[in-house]
């Protein structure tokens, strides 16, 4: 039999381990905000409640050690189809993301943590179950199940760190599910007896281990998955277009977070077109926008959020003896730049770091920076503050200009009333380019913002780009009105974000 204390440890570690990788398994199709979190969490600390309650019905019923490793052998079965059975699920929760359904979204999101209750749950009932069978006298009852507690407490502990710094970022999340559950199987046969026919269950998980893992989403709509990866931070892959083009994607896959045409692999191939660089989409205006307030191309610019660095292979076209600090929290993505997105700038200097500590740390001064810091549909609310913008224009050279990229769904204009009325509180002079139906680029300066000065530029831009300021100029107008003012002790962006959704969904505009 084995002893109850590192039974109670082992199914400890898979518990909370089990909360770390559903984040994870989520985070592909609805991100990691703090709502994803809140709900996982919330659903966790329920299933561990009904649990307790349950094991200890359970072990007054049956107090013998056989029906808490058959308990926990059951616990460890479910908790290794959680990846596989979650996959069709997923699969509904994308085509509502696809329908920006907000009912199916919320109802997919809850049958997938409904997915992990059933196994935490039973995960939650070995504890109680166990001090039962370890209670030999009422004296010794308190001293019993303060230790016995104390290791499942421990064990959630090391399960934590363990997907979150080893396994998760090794093996995967797959898994890191089925690696749990192995664990927890082999405890529990070890109590079973005959031995040999419980010892299928964690031969066949760890069989199930020992698969390749194969595509999270191969499937695209209009192309074909030529890279994918679960990094540190979130699910990236590369879908590569029917005409060559490629696009990063990363989580629920619903925006491109960088693009390139036909001809990115060219590379040293040959010249290549001016124009292939630009993508008739919001990057662009990052590069005329910043005329608004500079009458000449900037010396040193900050991008925040540079992804596969569509900006900055622009900026390599069209403004060579242009500096350009590419800030990245999620390095792979920059690997990802250079193989897919020719990523090669030799002016480019990248800093794989959050945006606001490195601004914060950087000493240096710009000329423009954009932000683009989103992992869709959400933007760090950090990124969202008064503090923030102060930052940002403690960052400029006098005269130097920010641009801000405010997503949103098609028209639903909250976040950027926020964002305008926090901008505007730090800087004097706003303006907006509502570049995209569902992007509008944010300009702000402490110097004077001219739609003429930019009109100004025209003959001074390179010719490929002389249009996409045409165009920005009749684009740009004066900001919106009516936003609250965001900072770092109250910033719901989440909420926000997710009214104008369920907004978009209802039909309102």
């Known amino acids: 039999m084995p002893p109850l204390p590192v039974l109670v440890f082992v199914v400890g570690t898979g518990s909370l381990g089990a909360e770390i990788a559903a984040v994870r398994l989520l985070a592909p199709y609805f991100g990691a905000s703090t709502i994803v979190w809140a709900n996982t969490i919330g659903v966790v600390l329920v299933s561990l409640s009904i649990g307790y309650w349950l094991g200890g019905r359970l072990a007054d019923r049956q107090p013998h050690m056989r029906g808490l490793c058959l308990l926990a052998l059951t616990a460890a079965g479910l908790l290794a189809l959680v990846p596989f059975a979650a996959d069709p699920l997923l699969d509904v929760a994308v085509d509502a993301l696809d329908e920006i359904s907000a009912g199916a979204f919320v109802g997919s999101l809850l049958a997938v943590l409904a997915l992990v209750a059933v196994p935490v749950l039973l995960l939650g009932a070995v504890s109680p179950y166990a001090i039962r069978l370890a209670v030999s006298t009422v004296e010794e009852a308190g001293t019993?199940?303060?230790?016995?507690?104390?290791?499942?407490?421990a064990g959630s502990l090391v399960g934590t760190l363990l997907s979150a710094l080893l396994l998760i970022p090794l093996v995967g999340t797959r898994r890191t599910f089925l690696i749990f559950a192995l664990a927890i199987a082999i405890v529990a046969v070890w109590g079973l007896r005959p031995v040999r026919r419980y010892a299928l269950a964690p031969a066949a998980i760890a069989a199930l281990i020992a698969l390749p893992v194969g595509t999270l989403k191969a499937e695209a709509d209009n192309g074909r998955v030529i890279h994918e990866a679960e990094t540190e931070y979130?699910?990236?892959?590369?879908?590569?277009?029917?005409?060559g083009g490629r696009a990063l994607e990363l989580n629920e896959g619903q925006a491109q977070h960088s693009v390139c045409e036909a001809e990115c692999d060219a590379g040293p191939a040959g010249p290549r077109d001016p124009t292939s660089v630009l993508t008739g989409d919001v990057w662009d205006g990052h590069l005329v926008d910043g005329f608004l307030a500079l009458d000449e191309p900037p010396r040193r610019v900050a991008i925040l959020g540079n992804a596969a660095g569509t900006t900055s292979r622009a900026y390599e076209e069209f403004f060579p003896?242009?500096?350009?600090?590419?800030?990245?929290?999620?390095?792979?993505?920059?690997?990802?730049?250079?193989?897919?997105?020719?990523?090669?700038?030799?002016?480019?200097?990248l800093y794989h770091e959050d945006a606001r500590p490195f601004l914060r740390r950087i000493d240096t001064d710009y000329d423009a920076i954009s932000v683009d810091a989103?992992?869709?549909?959400?933007?760090?609310?950090?990124?969202?503050?008064?503090?923030?913008?102060?930052?940002?224009?403690?960052?400029?050279?006098?005269?130097?200009?920010?641009?801000?990229?405010?997503?949103?769904?098609?028209?639903?204009?909250?976040?950027?009333?926020?964002?305008?009325?926090?901008?505007?509180?730090?800087f004097p002079h706003v303006l907006r380019d509502p570049i995209e139906p569902t992007n509008t680029l944010i300009v702000a300066s402490a110097a004077p913002l001219s739609v003429d000065r930019l009109r100004g530029a025209f003959d001074r831009l390179p010719p490929a780009l002389r249009a996409t300021a045409v165009g920005a100029a009749q684009r740009i107008g004066p900001p919106l009105r009516g936003g609250d003012v965001y900072t770092d002790d109250k910033a719901p962006v989440e909420w926000l974000i997710d009214k104008s959704i369920v907004d978009y969904a209802a039909g309102e505009d």
């Open 144 to 153: 019993v199940a303060g230790r016995l507690y104390a290791l499942s407490t």
């Open 234 to 243: 979130q699910y990236a892959r590369v879908v590569e277009k029917d005409d």
């Open 321 to 349: 003896d242009t500096r350009v600090d590419g800030v990245e929290i999620d390095s792979e993505l920059s690997d990802i730049g250079r193989r897919y997105f020719d990523m090669n700038n030799p002016r480019l200097h």
């Open 374 to 426: 989103y992992r869709q549909p959400y933007i760090p609310f950090y990124l969202t503050t008064v503090e923030f913008f102060e930052t940002v224009r403690d960052r400029l050279n006098e005269g130097g200009v920010m641009i801000v990229n405010a997503g949103h769904p098609e028209g639903q204009d909250d976040l950027e009333k926020v964002l305008t009325a926090t901008i505007a509180e730090v």
